[in-house]
């Protein structure tokens, strides 16, 4: 029971990393840099509750959430791909745009810049693992990988998007257009990662400050480790909730001081990365800026 526990709480803490990764997948695949994942999540987080708490119920979340989280990428994609600006300080934009934009709407719709008030979600709240099980999100977040790797591997789109990722200009002279097919991908990186940011808000039944607590850099960091295949990137995924749900329940324990244990999930990252890096081989055209036609 007690393995059996662990494994679900890992599958449940994976699902945020999930929804990012195989949307940071499909984005740097088409040769844009996913820095943006976390801005992603936490907007969606912030639309789900608003989605929520004004009458839409847990599903009017997920399409609020959803809406945001295609709003960031579609500046995104303006920024980089219309106007060519540089990918990784255009990233960094947006998330601390969504920061500083979510505190301010958070005051603005709650009268609190630290957290919202409780909303339904899916389930009631203190139910731990069965109330997650019932939650279609959940379920959608595993169903991500194997789809997004069909939609990668088997479909003429995701044949573009690799051929755009790897040498736009090639793909070009065949007819494939280039800023359309980036464009798309870094739509759905933002609707997934969004989708990430809702489970989170709607599990915790709130919104809180800048409660995606860096989950988007880990997404990108599985996306890395597992060389932007989306089947290695979610064994990434739930390696990195295997670090976090040990971490949770070696809070219990006092012999380990809580500091050193709160960075566990963090180290993992950071060993895992320091292990690929040299070795993975991103895509040929990632983060250069295509010289195409628009």
């Not at 040990?246 to 993992?268: G, K």
Request: hydrophobic share 55%; with cysteine; aromatic share 8%.
């Amino acid at each position: 029971m007690i393995v059996l526990g662990f494994l679900l709480q890992t599958v449940r803490i994976a699902v945020p990393f999930l929804f990012a990764a195989v949307g940071g997948v499909l984005s740097e695949r088409s040769g844009l840099v996913a820095l943006g994942l976390e801005g992603f999540m936490l907007g969606g987080a912030f639309g789900a509750v608003i989605g929520d708490f004004y009458g839409g119920g847990a599903w009017g979340g997920i399409a609020a959430g959803v809406v945001v989280g295609v709003a960031l990428a579609a500046l995104y994609a303006l920024c980089v791909v219309r106007f060519r600006a540089d990918q990784v300080i255009v990233g960094i934009a947006i998330n601390l745009l969504v920061i500083g934009a979510t505190r301010f709407f958070l005051l603005l719709a709650f009268d609190s810049a630290s957290n919202s008030p409780r909303v339904a979600g899916f389930g009631e709240a203190g139910r731990g693992l069965l109330s997650s099980l019932g939650n279609p999100l959940l379920w959608l977040g595993i169903l991500a990988v194997p789809l997004t790797a069909w939609l990668v591997h088997r479909t003429p789109f995701g044949l573009r998007l690799r051929a755009v990722g790897e040498h736009p200009e090639a793909a070009e002279s065949l007819g494939i257009r280039v800023p359309r097919v980036r464009t798309l991908a870094v739509l759905l990186s933002g609707a997934l990662a969004a989708l990430g940011g809702v489970y989170l808000a709607l599990e915790q039944h709130q919104f809180s400050d800048q409660m995606t607590a860096g989950r988007g850099f880990i997404a990108l960091a599985a996306v890395i480790f597992g060389r932007w295949d989306p089947a290695r990137a979610g064994v990434a995924c739930l390696l990195f909730a295997a670090a976090e749900t040990l971490e949770i329940q070696l809070q219990t324990v006092s012999v380990v001081p809580s500091q050193f244990v709160a960075m566990i999930p963090y180290v993992l990252t950071i060993v895992a990365l320091a292990g690929v890096v040299g070795r993975a081989v991103p895509p040929a055209a990632l983060g250069k800026t295509a010289t195409v036609a628009d």
